[in-house]
């Protein structure tokens, strides 16, 4: 299983983007879809989750209200609307799956290639 990501590109602090990460294969009902963040020297921190079946989200305090995860069924990708944004929030973004919800980046065995997001002042 692959994960594409993309979407990520240079904006401006109060600007908007939106991530998007398509699987190569059939994306299941058990599954989890989470969004992560790195930037340099830096553990890979947790930004925000949906399960693709109930459609039921979770965000990092750091991101509640400014940005938002779903899902398409349909055209088997999952999102990351990004509004409000902020130089902090500049960093690479990795799409990933697993099948048991976790905050903690070694609990997703499936990783997409990451994309840079770079938010300037």
């Known amino acids: 299983v692959q994960l594409q990501a993309s979407g990520g590109g240079l904006v401006q602090a109060g600007g908007s983007l939106r991530l998007s990460c398509i699987p190569s294969?059939?994306?299941?009902?058990?599954?989890?879809m989470g969004w992560f963040r790195q930037v340099p020297g830096k553990e890979r921190d947790f930004v925000a989750a949906?399960?693709?079946?109930?459609?039921?989200?979770y965000y990092a305090d750091s991101v509640k209200g400014r940005f938002t995860i779903s899902r398409d069924s349909a055209k088997n990708t999952v999102y990351l609307q990004m509004d409000s944004l902020k130089p902090d929030d500049t960093a690479v973004y990795y799409c990933a799956r697993t099948n048991s919800y976790s905050t903690f980046w070694r609990d997703y065995d499936i990783w997409g290639q990451g994309t840079l997001v770079t938010v300037s002042s």
């Open positions: 294969t059939r994306t299941f009902s058990s599954h989890i």
């Open positions: 949906i399960r693709w079946g109930t459609t039921r989200t």
